[in-house]
């Protein structure tokens, strides 16, 4: 089974756009929704949605809706749904994202083929209203590893598929100055996780202007701190911020 997470925080708007999308996929799954304490209608517009179609979920998919007692900002959030967790595996979703419906079948099977521990895949932009943007970012290895992750962080977090031991032994950390999804990628791999990849759109990322990638002077600052996190020395961290800042405009494909 696949233990989907989705942690919630006033994204009242795009909830359900993210809800459904997980429903769709054609897996064993279950669905667990943490808001950490939105100041919207968030959480109300979960709860309405599942009671409204109880009849029609409660034989299909498990869904789980918690209420953080206080704000613990997103990676706590994602930490405490793996220690939720029933399935085998756990895949990342932010609320203001959206999946194909095929996402988690394919990644599923790769997954299995080629023994790996992640499965990633390459994500459509779209904007506030879900239409798309007519750009790809995305890889065209089949394989990730060390030495692509320290150029770039070519995994993104609702991208992913991962196998749920993997992400108890790796917490995610750092969210308040750096990028706590690329901390576990660098972590992980540098130990030893092998990471395959999906070189087609099966996410499609809202592209939010107050989101933490929309700011790239920010975004590059948290990169460098996340480099510092995962183990890299200062000289070391300020090397690999060229090849991060080329890479970030190579990864842009338009369709």
């Not at 309405?48 to 869904?63: E, G």
């Not at 789980?64 to 399935?87: C, E, F, P, Q």
């Not at 079948?105 to 997954?111: G, M, S, Y």
């Not at 320290?150 to 992913?160: D, E, G, L, T």
């Amino acid at each position: 089974m696949i233990s989907i997470i989705i942690p919630l925080y006033n994204a009242e708007n795009y909830i359900l756009d993210a809800l459904c999308s997980a429903l769709i996929q054609e897996v064993k799954k279950e669905i667990i929704i943490i808001d950490d304490c939105s100041t919207d209608n968030s959480l109300e517009t979960v709860l309405d949605y599942v009671k409204n179609n109880h009849n029609v979920l409660k034989d299909k998919t498990r869904i789980i809706v918690r209420k953080n007692s206080k704000n613990l900002g997103v990676a706590k959030t994602r930490n405490l749904g793996v220690d939720i967790a029933r399935g085998d595996y756990v895949a990342y979703l932010d609320a203001d994202d959206m999946w194909t419906s095929d996402k988690l079948k394919r990644q599923l099977d790769l997954i299995k083929e080629k023994n790996a521990d992640i499965c990633t895949a390459s994500r459509e932009m779209i904007d506030e209203n879900g239409e798309s943007e007519g750009l790809i970012i995305g890889f065209e290895k089949e394989e990730i590893t060390l030495k692509d992750l320290k150029h770039s962080n070519h995994i993104n977090c609702s991208a992913v598929l991962a196998k749920k031991e993997l992400m108890k032994k790796y917490p995610m950390r750092h969210d308040k100055d750096a990028h706590e999804d690329y901390y576990v990628w660098l972590t992980a791999v540098k130990e030893g996780a092998k990471v395959c990849n999906i070189d087609e759109p099966l996410l499609k990322y809202r592209n939010l202007k107050n989101s933490k990638s929309h700011n790239k002077l920010r975004a590059a600052l948290m990169t460098f701190k996340t480099y510092r996190y995962a183990g890299y020395g200062f000289i070391n961290a300020i090397f690999m911020m060229p090849a991060y800042m080329i890479n970030g405009v190579r990864k842009h494909k338009r369709l």
